[in-house]
C-alpha cells in the first residue's frame, strides 16, 4: 500500500540554524500539508500546498517557514532560523488523487521529531 | 471558526471489553467530515474511521464504529473487544467538505488498555 515517507525521523539543531525537512507524498497526490505536534499538545495546521503554491497558511506559518516542491516527488518544509518553540514532532500528509473524490483522506507520514537545543 | 472538543484526557479498559471515547465539535457549516485518528508511541498518526456529515448511517470498520449525532455535534468512538494493540492516543478530528481542507484535531484522549 502507498504510504507517504518523511526524512529524517529525528533531528536535532541548534537555535538559529536552518533545517529542512523533507517529504514524499504518496504519488499522484495533488494537495500536500504540514502539521505540526508539539509534544503533549494537539496536532495543529502549518500549511497547504497545491499546483506549486501555498494554497492555506496557519498564523504559525510566518516568515521563518516556507514549503517547496523542487521536484517531482518531494516536498519540503524549511524553517529559516530554527527557536526553541520549534521543537516539535512534524507531519506531512497528502491527499486527493486527480479527479478523485472530494473527501479523499488525508494520510499522514511518519514525522520528523525536531529538537532545537 | 470550527473547534473540536475530547473531554477525556485518560481513559482504560480492560482488554476484550468495549469502551468509547467522547467527542463534541463546533462548526456553522452543514457540511463537513469527521474523523478519528490513532497515533501509537511511535507518533505516527493512523487513520481509524471517517464519517461523512451528510451520511445518516454510522461508520463502521471492524471492532470500530461511530455513534454519529449531527444535531447535537457529537461524534463518539466505540471500540469493541479492546485489544493490547488499541493503547494510543485517539484524535478526533474535523475537516470542511468546502474549499477549506485543513483538518482541525481535538487534544486527544489517551486510551490504556488493562490486561
Known sequence: ?117 | AQTVTQSQPEMSVQEAETVTLSCTYDTSESDYYLFWYKQPPSRQMILVIRQEAYKQQNATENRFSVNFQKAAKSFSLKISDSQLGDAAMYFCAYRSAGGDDKIIFGKGTRLHILP
Open chain 1, 1 to 117: 500500500e502507498p504510504e507517504v515517507t518523511q526524512t529524517p525521523s529525528h533531528q536535532v539543531t541548534q537555535m538559529g540554524q536552518e533545517v529542512i525537512l523533507r517529504c514524499v507524498p504518496i504519488s499522484n497526490h495533488l494537495y500536500f500539508y504540514w502539521y505540526r505536534q508539539i509534544l503533549g499538545q494537539k496536532v495543529e495546521f502549518l500549511v497547504s500546498f497545491y499546483n506549486n503554491e501555498i494554497s492555506e497558511k496557519s498564523e504559525i506559518f510566518d516568515d521563518q517557514f516556507s514549503v517547496e516542491r523542487p521536484d517531482g516527488s518531494n516536498f519540503t518544509l524549511k524553517i529559516r532560523s530554527t527557536k526553541l518553540e520549534d521543537s516539535a514532532m512534524y507531519f506531512c500528509a497528502s491527499n486527493r488523487l486527480p479527479g478523485g473524490p472530494r473527501e479523499e483522506t488525508q494520510y499522514f507520514g511518519p514525522g520528523t521529531r525536531l529538537l532545537v537545543l
